[in-house]
């Protein structure tokens, strides 16, 4: 991810990404070079310190060195950095510098003797006592990439740190493939957004999804999970964006669509689902006999032309009934309210509502149960537990066979 202060941006008329031009010989020579400079760091288990003072002197061939700045950063992201686990160096150095301070009082100037009453320290001090400090941790691993795919991934980065500053984002998706299109309404509730999906005319669905500045906390994280989301949008055939970026006193519109220099590196689905939920899987798999998560999610009908896509879908092995789980986390109020109304009208739709104890704590969901009593609800911290959804799943009232989906 790009930092605000390495976004490239063209201003005028409005904010646009200065893409870098992944056909360019000599950008293509700048991301090698900066590429080899890592490989051979980790090889080398080099510094952060060696490694910055070493991109400098590539990047400063180049007249652009604000992209050049950019490559590193994502180059960095793609390390992992430490300390020798085995040198407990806050200690070592007290030790190191109460010795060394009793005896240069007790050497009294005779450096012979000083360094014999240091020589306990020898292989510490041969080191770097200061060895912990994050520039001076080394270098133990680096995820290699190749130049073209390092430039694509700039250019990504250029959007998902522009995004970061959203008010609001518009779009409108388009696929021939219905599985593509579910990939990325998977992608959509794996990163919490909050977002409303409508049925339009030929075969588009479009998403007006709240940005980070609409909300009034936990903006960091949402806007992170926002930024995450948007490569999956990339990877459809069709796809238009619209969103309202708020940098410093400016505000401008960002749009992109299917025809922009944008290359997605999400492949593999499941690299990308966050780890609470593939445990909550592998979990439910192991604990739950009554019931199995199935993979093809539906569309529910929901106020029209809006449609609900929900979290997860579950059968039930005994009679083959199909339930389905929808999760509201803490920037999900309005939403909740609203899904509340409506399912309480409409009782037959088989949705369970999980709901973030961070939405509604114990007197505000006892209110909510009793405003809707035909809605059957659920409440969880940060993401459910198996036992919870399983025994909510089962105390559903059986219902009626009817089609549901979309």
């Known amino acids: 991810m790009l930092t ?14 200065a893409f870098a031009d992944v056909n360019s010989p000599a950008l293509q020579e700048l991301a090698a070079a900066l590429i080899t400079l890592f490989t051979d760091g980790a090889k080398q288990y080099m510094s952060r310190e060696e490694l910055d003072e070493l991109a400098l002197i590539i990047i400063r061939q180049e007249r652009d060195t604000l ?3 950019g490559l590193k950063k994502l180059l960095l992201d793609r390390c992992d950095f430490g300390v020798p686990q085995e040198v407990d160096h806050p200690s070592k150095r007290r030790e190191l510098f109460k010795c060394s301070a009793q005896a240069l009082a007790e050497c009294k100037g005779d450096i012979g003797r000083y360094r014999e009453a240091l020589s306990a320290f020898g292989e510490f001090i041969a080191g770097d006592i200061y060895g912990d400090l994050p520039e001076l941790e080394r270098l133990h691993a680096f995820r290699e990439i190749s130049p073209m795919a390092l430039l694509n991934r700039y250019n990504l980065a250029l959007v998902q740190g522009m995004l970061l500053y959203a008010d609001e984002v518009k779009l409108r998706v388009k696929d021939p493939n219905p599985a593509e299109l579910r990939r990325v309404f998977k992608y959509l509730k794996f990163f919490r957004l909050l977002a409303e999906l409508r049925q339009m005319p030929h075969g588009e669905t479009a998403l007006h999804i709240s ?11 949402y806007a992170l999970q926002l930024a995450n989301f948007f490569p999956a949008v990339v990877n459809l055939a069709e796809w238009k964006l619209q969103a309202k970026i708020r940098l410093g ?7 992109l669509d299917h025809t922009s220099p944008l290359v997605s590196h999400y492949r593999n689905f499941s690299s990308y689902v966050p780890e609470e939920i593939r445990m909550f899987h592998k979990l439910f798999a192991q604990r739950s006999c009554d019931w199995k998560i199935i993979g093809d999610t539906p569309f529910l ?19 083959g009934e199909i339930l389905h789980l929808e999760l509201f986390h803490r920037w999900h109020k309005g939403q909740l309210e609203r899904r509340l109304e409506y399912l309480q009208e ?11 104890r961070a939405l509604a704590d114990d007197s505000e969901f006892a209110a909510l149960q009793e405003r809707y009593p035909a809605v059957h609800c659920c409440r969880f911290r940060d993401f459910p537990g198996v036992e919870r959804i399983s025994k909510a799943l089962s105390a559903m009232r059986p219902l009626k066979k009817t089609e549901n989906g979309v």
């Open 346 to 356: 409409h009782p037959d739709i088989p949705l369970l509502l999980g709901i973030d």
């Open 249 to 255: 006193n400016r505000t401008h519109k960002l749009e």
């Open 67 to 69: 992209l050049g700045d």
């Open 211 to 221: 940005g980070p500045f609409s909300l009034f906390a936990n903006t960091r994280k």
């Open 4 to 17: 605000r202060d390495l976004l490239r941006i063209q201003k005028k008329g409005g904010f646009k990404p």
């Open 301 to 319: 009908s929901g106020i029209k032309p809006e449609l609900i896509f929900p979290d997860l879908s579950f059968r039930r092995e005994s009679d």
